[in-house]
Nanobody, 124 residues
Framework: QVQLVESGGGLVQAGGSLRLSCAASGPTFSRYAMGWFRQAPGKEREFVGAITWSGGSTYYTDSVKGRFTISRVNAKNTLYLQMNSLKPEDTAVYYC?????????????????WGQGTQVTVSS
């Protein structure tokens, strides 16, 4: 069982940066690939990116490539999403998720564990 808690969201101007964190409880965090998703009002949950259990590989949706970076520190049971050059269209609730039930890259929202989400708002 893994419990996930996101933090770091907020209001930022376009072009700014935010770093989201996802703190995991439980001894098995390091076993799981992790993903970040986002959901804007009235839209379906969207894949943002994912990272393997070791952190050795990452995968991003095209719209965030070159702007967002996923990393993890297994010793701290923490996942990160560094977001740079933010755009108004990045506005959404951001979720971290653990243990995908799909093959790599795990772009579909078929994960066993989810956080509660953190709001990111980018003003123009």
């Amino acid at each position: 069982q893994v419990q996930l808690v996101e933090s770091g969201g907020g209001l930022v101007q376009a072009g700014g940066s935010l770093r989201l964190s996802c703190a995991a409880s439980g001894p098995t965090f390091s076993r799981y690939a992790m993903g970040w998703f986002r959901q804007a009002p009235g839209k379906e949950r969207e894949f943002v990116g994912a990272i393997t259990w070791s952190g050795g590989s990452t995968y991003y949706t095209d719209s965030v490539k070159g702007r967002f970076t996923i990393s993890r520190v297994n010793a701290k049971n923490t996942l990160y999403l560094q977001m740079n050059s933010l755009k108004p269209e990045d506005t959404a609730v951001y979720y971290c998720a653990a243990d995908p039930r799909t093959n790599w890259p795990p772009v579909t929202p078929l994960y066993n564990y989810w956080g509660q989400g953190t709001q990111v708002t980018v003003s123009s």
